[in-house]
């Protein structure tokens, strides 16, 4: 058996539905965010361009594990949310946390739903924040639904588009994937420099 964290095995040996249930679980539920979905998506439209999947399959199941995902870390952070923070003496977890987190979902909450998809482990915890900050459920399905198309769409087609153009691009899978991890850590990384 294969590392389940290297996305060339992933997808060869478990195919479109370990793609769904890794990226199901990377997009809201809490424990699913050291999974590697952009780097999966992007290695599953690379290994689609050589033939191991269909690329329109891919992107609907891409798009479908994306945009179900968020809606179970919404669910989750509604039903979870006020237990976890109706706590009055405690400086995270309190009433005033939830009131801010509705406000800024409020003012930013579609913006930060479509960005955050981009985003690793950041993609994870934002729908269950909207749900848990009572963001209004029409927006968040909405602007989850974008976020979703976009990222189910474009990362893939990216991998596909790839390995098209660059003959034998399959035998520099490892460091083309790494770049994509680094290229997905820099907003987190320029975040972190900005409040430091």
């Given amino acids: ?10 997808v060869k040996d478990f195919g479109y539905l ?4 890794a990226l199901f679980l990377e997009s809201g539920v809490f ?28 992107i609907i199941i891409s798009v479908a594990a994306a945009v179900l995902g968020n809606n179970v870390g919404y669910y989750t952070g509604q039903k979870t949310g ?11 977890f309190s009433p005033k946390r939830v009131e801010e987190a509705h406000k800024f979902f409020e003012k930013q909450g579609p913006q930060s739903l479509i960005l955050a998809r981009f985003i690793p482990a950041v993609r ?3 729908p269950i924040a909207a749900g848990i900050g009572k963001m209004d459920y029409r927006k968040f ?3 989850n639904g974008l976020g979703g198309l976009l990222w ?5 087609i990216l991998g596909y ?4 153009k660059v003959p034998n691009i399959d035998k520099y899978l490892l460091p083309v994937v790494l770049v994509i991890v680094i290229l997905s850590a820099l907003p987190v990384l320029f975040a972190y420099l900005r409040r430091a």
């Fill in 31 to 58: 424990f699913g965010f050291f999974l590697p979905g952009d780097s999966l998506l992007f290695t599953a439209g690379l290994l689609a361009s050589q033939g191991y999947l269909n690329i329109v399959g891919l």
């Fill in 82 to 92: 006020p237990a976890l923070f109706n706590r009055k003496k405690s400086f995270f």
């Fill in 141 to 143: 399905l909405l602007f």
């Fill in 124 to 126: 994870t915890f934002v």
């Fill in 1 to 10: 058996m294969h590392n389940l964290l290297d996305p060339g095995h992933l």
């Fill in 18 to 21: 370990g793609i769904f249930t």
């Fill in 152 to 156: 189910g769409i474009g990362v893939p």
């Fill in 161 to 164: 588009t790839l390995g098209k």
